[in-house]
């Protein structure tokens, strides 16, 4: 089946502590995305990448790093979390050429202490 | 500065009738539109899509009008259910740009109740 996948679904951490999520889709895209989701703001690009190796930021990049070394998979990783990163992130990923369409993970919901 | 906005944060309907979400835009450039559907505690999946070179898409009771110089769109759901309850995004491209037209810009998204 053609999926996005994310873990953890839920994550209750506390400020500072390390944490990954991770990301794999098994459709050989080569475009991945990680979003947020906070209420009243709709979905927010925190960054992308086009590509294995090549990452760009989105709109909220400030406080993640991800990493591409692998096409399949594209974590996302929070050094030291604050509270103000408390939200809901998806995963995306698509092709680079043809449709737009993008094929979210089901989510991560986070909340940092 | 929003490019994408959806006005409405949420709209009710009853069983049977029309649902209209709107949405406007101000980047002209932009030149493809989707809309997603999301449910609680699932990702968004994917509804429909308008190419700017058309002003009108159909996909079974789902409808998506464009009108390039009003930088406006509409989903249309007829005749609309309990199931189509759920937030809708609408998220626009562009395919001129550095980074490709699978770049996409949402909006806040649309929060739809139908009423049986």
């Known amino acids: 089946e053609a999926q996005v996948t994310q873990n953890p679904r839920y994550l209750i951490t506390v400020t500072g502590k390390k944490l990954t999520v991770t990301c794999s889709q098994n459709?050989?895209?080569?475009?991945m995305s990680w979003y947020r989701q906070d209420p009243g703001l709709g979905l927010r690009q925190i960054y992308y990448s086009m590509n294995v190796e090549v990452t760009d930021k989105g709109d909220v990049p400030e406080g993640y790093k991800v990493s591409r070394k692998e096409k399949r998979n594209f974590p996302l990783i929070l050094e030291s979390p604050s509270p103000n990163q408390t939200s809901l992130y998806f995963c995306a990923s698509s092709f680079v050429r043809g449709s737009n369409e993008q094929f979210f993970g089901p989510g991560t919901r986070l909340t940092v202490l | 500065d929003q490019q994408v906005k959806q006005n409405s944060p949420s709209l009710s309907v009853q069983e049977g009738r029309i649902s209209i979400l709107n949405c406007d835009y101000t980047n002209s450039m932009f030149d493809y539109f989707l809309w997603y559907k999301k449910y609680p505690a699932e990702g968004p999946t994917f509804l429909i899509s308008?190419?700017?070179?058309?002003d009108k898409n159909e996909d079974g009771r789902f409808t998506v009008f464009l009108n390039k110089s009003a930088k406006h769109l509409s989903l249309h759901i007829v005749p609309s259910q309990p199931g189509d309850s759920a937030v809708y995004f609408c998220?626009?491209?562009?395919?001129?740009?550095?980074?490709?037209?699978?770049?996409?810009?949402f909006g806040k998204g649309t929060k739809l109740s139908v009423i049986p």
């Open positions: 308008i190419s700017s070179i058309k």
């Open positions: 459709m050989n895209h080569e475009y």
């Open positions: 998220a626009a491209s562009r395919s001129d740009s550095g980074a490709g037209s699978y770049q996409l810009t």
